[in-house]
């Protein structure tokens, strides 16, 4: 099995983290024998804000504090290290999940996969309509899931993230598919796997 470059986006509640790991189970019983890479960069970046006590860190605690935009080496850092830690043969499956929110992020992951040869990365973008995240963003229920909290999110998909989809949507290095995210969590792995083919190989 050829190794697999997966990148989702797609606005919160649209269902990234839970296709990321169902792909991973399929990609794991097809190819049980190959290393995995899952590029998730939310906890890694939590446990440097809360459980480092470096100048850097205290600096991103006050810029998240302020609600202010963090700068683009941060994140990039973040998943960055990551890359050069995980990557030991270059023959892993990679599936990324919520990185290169920004358009600073989008040429530099850009680079990198290049770096590291990755045949015909797909970019999966879980496209939902904004009832849709809201109604499933308010079941789900966290801390952070009030509706203002929810439709600056949104607001901020919108502005921000958009503008790297866009750019990997327009490169011709990429396999850029949409994928309707308003489906049944099922249906929406099963068209994933099409967009990989991988179904007929289950």
Same mark, same amino acid.
């Given at each position: ?9 797609? @606005?919160?509640?649209?269902? @990234? ?15 049980? @024998? ?14 440097? !804000?809360?459980?480092?006590?470096? %100048? ?28 050069? +830690? ?10 990324? /999940? ?5 358009? /600073?992020?989008?040429? !530099? ?6 770096? %590291?040869?990755?045949? @015909? ?5 879980? +496209? ?45 290095? %990429?396999?850029? !598919?949409?994928?309707?995210? +308003? ?20």
């Amino acid at each position: 099995m050829k190794p697999i470059t997966c990148v989702f986006f797609g @606005k919160s509640g649209s269902g @990234k983290g839970t296709q990321a790991a169902l792909l991973m189970k399929t990609c794991e019983r097809l190819d049980p @024998k190959n290393k995995f890479i899952y590029v998730e960069t939310g906890q890694r970046f939590r446990n440097f !804000v809360d459980g480092s006590g470096t %100048y850097t860190a205290g600096l991103t605690r006050k810029v998240m504090r302020a609600g202010a935009l963090m700068p683009a080496f941060i994140p990039i850092w973040t998943w960055a290290g990551l890359l050069v +830690d995980e990557i030991t043969t270059g023959r892993e499956h990679m599936v990324f /999940d919520g990185v290169s929110r920004h358009e /600073d992020e989008a040429p !530099v992951l850009d680079s990198a996969l290049q770096f %590291y040869k990755r045949e @015909k990365p797909a970019i999966l973008f879980l +496209d939902i309509h904004h009832k849709e995240a809201k109604k499933r963003l308010l079941k789900r229920g966290r801390h952070d899931d009030k509706k203002e909290k929810i439709a600056e999110r949104l607001r901020w998909f919108e502005a921000d993230a958009m503008k790297a989809v866009r750019y990997f949507e327009k490169h011709p290095y %990429y396999n850029f !598919v949409k994928i309707n995210g +308003d489906q049944t969590i099922e249906k929406v792995h099963e068209d994933i796997l099409k967009a990989l083919g991988l179904s007929g190989r289950l």
